[in-house]
């Protein structure tokens, strides 16, 4: 692989990872816009916070469980 150069441009494909844990994952892939060539991935992992007192939310909030539910998730 090569590395990127400040200015390419580049395409990001961000795949939604389905868990039954009150968090949200993501896998990423970085591809170079002219080649396609994959140049880099990672993922990324984002918790939920009670919006009053910042404590983990240890179960999944109503709104992102109906969402799951309209997207056929677990």
């Known amino acids: 692989s090569k590395p ?3 200015g390419e441009t580049v395409l990001v ?3 939604y990872v ?5 968090k949200l994952m ?3 892939k970085i591809f170079e816009a002219k080649g396609k060539t994959l ?4 993922s990324s992992v984002q918790v939920f916070v009670d919006v009053k007192s910042f404590e983990l939310q ?4 109503p709104f992102f469980e109906a ?3 309209t997207q ?3």
Request: aromatic share 18%; proline share 4%; hydrophobic share 40%.
């Open 58 to 61: 240890l179960t999944l909030p």
């Open 39 to 42: 140049v880099a991935y990672g």
């Open 67 to 69: 969402w799951k539910k």
């Open 18 to 22: 389905d868990t039954a844990a009150a």
């Open 13 to 15: 494909e961000t795949s």
């Open 72 to 74: 056929n998730l677990t």
């Open 26 to 28: 993501f896998d990423y």
């Open 4 to 6: 990127l150069r400040y």
